[in-house]
């Protein structure tokens, strides 16, 4: 489990993230997307225990890493960007230096440098040095490096750049692999990628969280009304005419003509209803063959540049208000606090007056029945 | 620590630079042994080590240049400060790497010893004082260059800020006082090679040594919060 508390990373007036939050719960495989320079890098490295954030609190399987980094850190199995690798170590050398590094105790250390160069298929170049080997195998032998030793979380930033499609489907497959039981975070600009591995996305953009969602809602949420792509044949050209009689329609357009004598349109309609149904009829009526029919699907991508795009930039003027008013705020809310403490402070004082107000009148209650009983007894 | 010092160790025998650092400082020492000792028939071991400081000097920022500055230029300190390891354990895995090397090309000078043994009769006490401070010297060296070179990611201004600063130990104690406890040059051959071991000198060493592996942990964890 990973959580990020109100993380935020600030270099003098600059924000490489902002007051983020975010939750990775065991077993989730969670994409994470933004453009460049957006802070992808700068979370990873923050949740590994690289830098320290300047407000904030992250925990990695409960641990703090601020207070219990040697502990956090060992959950972690983390493939930087860029791949950076001992160049005068072989790949076998290497990932047992990673596993060294990572605490593997000496009787298991063989099996599980075993086990992550057979992942990875590196076995063939197990014994080469590390700058012979190409950008692919390079990619290889830093995964192997992140997942020697089963660590709980992985965290792969950009896992798959650089590799040929075989490699990458190969790599995909071992990070579905890992599924069951591990946490996965990874970045990637690659978003069919992350929409076929990753069960929820986060989108951070200028520092900031977008949005934290399935890439399915995400696609949903995102999309406006329905569009349709139809392949006709239409001799007559009368396709026009079913912008009359379905007032849905908003407008039809010309895709292509195509060698057959067929036609492409891209229909876009005024609403999210399903209008398939209408137009068939309508084009049955005006003797149009429909050949394809095809909703418009919204993917990640769309959805992914609905949402980061027209994001206010925001001026130091405005980052120094929105700071001021924070600031401001967390004022408040210590002298809330700071009122509240003394109002309770007083209301104990008063209870304990009535309280002890109350003791000595029962005192006194009790000496007068005693001299009363007394008296009564002389009589 | 013990996985960063074996890495470190094994970085320095399979990559020219171990064997360039002892080779430059034994052929160096070797000429100033045939000129000065062997060609005039002195037969004074410790006397070739007025020369060695020196050139330690020069050769020494050859080992410590990169303990640092190369993990930061390729992208390797990531992988060793995301791990579990300590920063303390880092840094003295890298420390004892290179002492490890000093320590072999200090051993190989016993060779002048033993030649000079066999013509005539030089003082072993002297000898092994010499060597003794001959080591605490470069090893207060290697914290001051690592020191330098987890600063810098460029090993080339690792290298030369490391002349720079062991310069400044050596000539500054002559411009004004404030460099007079960090004259080491001084401090070994007025105590080590004259066969005395004086605790002064072997305690402004070891603080040496421990003032610049400290300064590095603290250099590096303060990194953390402004990378």
Not at chain 1, 35 to 57: D, S, V
Not at chain 2, 52 to 67: K, S
């Amino acid at each position: 489990m990973i959580k990020v508390k109100n993380v935020t990373k600030k270099y003098d007036n600059f924000y490489a993230v902002r007051n983020i939050n975010f939750e990775i719960k065991d077993g989730e495989i969670v994409g994470f997307l933004g453009r460049n320079g957006a802070g992808k890098t700068t979370t990873m490295n923050l949740i590994t225990g690289f830098i320290e954030p300047t407000e904030g609190e992250i925990f990695v399987n409960g641990f703090n890493i601020d207070i219990k980094p040697k502990k956090a850190k060992a959950q972690i199995g983390y493939m930087p960007e860029g791949t950076p690798l001992y160049t005068d170590l072989t790949v076998r050398e290497f990932v047992n230096y990673m596993a060294e590094l990572k605490l593997v105790p000496k009787k298991e250390r063989r099996t599980a440098v075993d086990e992550a160069i057979k992942a990875t298929g590196l076995e063939k170049v197990q014994d080469n040095l590390t700058r012979n080997l190409s950008r692919g195998y390079k990619q290889r032998v830093s995964f192997a490096g992140a997942i020697v030793g089963n660590p709980k979380i992985l965290i792969l930033d950009e896992p798959t750049v650089g590799l040929d499609p075989k490699q990458v489907i190969e790599i995909r497959e071992l990070i579905k692999s890992f599924r069951k039981d591990h946490t996965v975070l990874i970045s990637s600009h690659i978003l069919s990628e992350i929409s076929q591995l990753c069960e929820r996305v986060i989108i951070i953009d200028k520092g900031e969280i977008v949005a934290v969602d399935t890439p399915s809602n995400l696609e949903s949420k995102t999309s406006g009304n329905l569009c349709l792509d139809i392949v006709v044949d239409d001799l007559n050209n009368s396709i026009m005419t079913l912008k009359d009689n379905i007032e849905e329609i908003e407008e039809i357009k010309l895709l292509e003509t195509k060698e057959d004598s067929t036609k492409e349109y891209i229909i876009t309609t005024s609403s999210t209803n399903d209008i398939r149904k209408k137009i068939f009829a309508e084009c049955s009526k005006a003797e149009i063959s429909i050949l394809e029919m095809k909703k418009y699907e919204n993917s990640l991508e769309d959805a992914f540049i609905k949402l980061v795009e027209d994001r206010p930039e925001y001026s130091q003027k405005e980052v120094n208000k929105m700071q001021y008013e924070k600031e401001i705020e967390e004022i408040r809310a210590e002298m809330d606090n700071k009122r509240l403490e003394k109002e309770n402070r007083k209301q104990a004082i008063k209870e304990e007056k009535a309280r002890k107000k109350a003791e000595k009148e029962a005192k006194k209650d009790a000496k007068k029945s005693e001299e009363n009983n007394e008296e009564g007894g002389n009589k | 620590m013990f996985a960063v010092y074996k890495k470190e160790l094994k970085t320095y025998v399979c990559t020219p630079i171990g064997y360039v650092f002892i080779g430059l400082f034994l052929l160096i020492l070797s000429l100033m042994f045939y000129v000065g000792i062997f060609s005039s028939q002195y037969i004074n071991f410790e006397y070739l080590f007025y020369d060695g400081t020196t050139i330690i000097l020069f050769t020494l920022p050859l080992l410590t240049m990169r303990l640092f500055s190369e993990e930061r230029k390729n992208g390797t300190d990531q992988l060793l400060f995301t791990s579990p390891r300590s920063i303390t354990s880092i840094v003295l895995g890298k420390f004892f790497a290179a002492v490890t090397i000093v320590l072999i090309a200090e051993l190989f000078t016993l060779m002048y010893f033993f030649i000079l043994n066999y013509f005539g009769n030089p003082s072993l006490p002297i000898a092994l004082t010499t060597l003794l401070g001959f080591f605490l010297f470069c090893i207060s060296g290697i914290a001051i260059g690592m020191f330098v070179s987890s600063i810098t990611e460029n090993q080339i201004i690792s290298a030369f800020a490391t002349i720079g600063v062991f310069l400044l130990m050596l000539f500054g104690p002559q411009l004004t006082n404030l460099f007079k406890p960090f004259y080491t040059v001084y401090f070994f051959q007025e105590s080590f090679l004259t066969g005395l071991v004086k605790l002064k000198s072997v305690i402004l060493f070891i603080a040496l040594t421990v003032l610049f592996i400290l300064l590095t942990i603290i250099g590096l964890q303060k990194r953390k919060s402004l990378k």
